[in-house]
């Protein structure tokens, strides 16, 4: 099993910023990609930003320029540096870890509340 523990959500203004962390534990060996989900109330969660184990990003588009993926060079910490964040950001985030496609794990999730 692999456990993620995010921090670092909160309540900022339109055009602010927020840095969230995903620490992962437990049997992180061959986790290939950690990434970032959000769900705003009454949608479908969505991705928002993916980094693999050679450093190759993904962002959904909405998010590029703005937001940035990083990982460390142990591969079991995850970051989202969130820039020009606007209302629409709301939502709760996720950390993902996969192994593979049907292997995957998710964090409890941190709320991301952006004000107008």
């Known amino acids: 099993q692999v456990q993620l523990v995010e921090s670092g959500g909160g309540l900022v203004q339109a055009g602010g910023s927020l840095g969230l962390s995903c620490v992962s534990s437990g049997y992180i060996f061959n986790i290939n990609i950690m990434g970032w989900y959000r769900q705003a109330p009454g949608k479908q969660r969505e991705l928002v930003a993916t980094?693999?184990?050679?450093?190759?990003?993904n962002y959904a588009d909405s998010v590029k320029g703005r937001f940035t993926i990083s990982r460390n060079s142990a591969g079991n910490a995850v970051y989202l540096q969130m820039n020009s964040l606007k209302p629409e950001d709301t939502g709760v985030y996720y950390c993902?870890?996969?192994?593979?496609?049907?292997?995957?794990?998710w964090g409890q999730g941190t709320q991301v509340t952006v004000s107008s």
């Open positions: 993902n870890a996969e192994k593979a496609p049907s292997l995957r794990y």
């Open positions: 980094i693999t184990s050679g450093g190759r990003t």
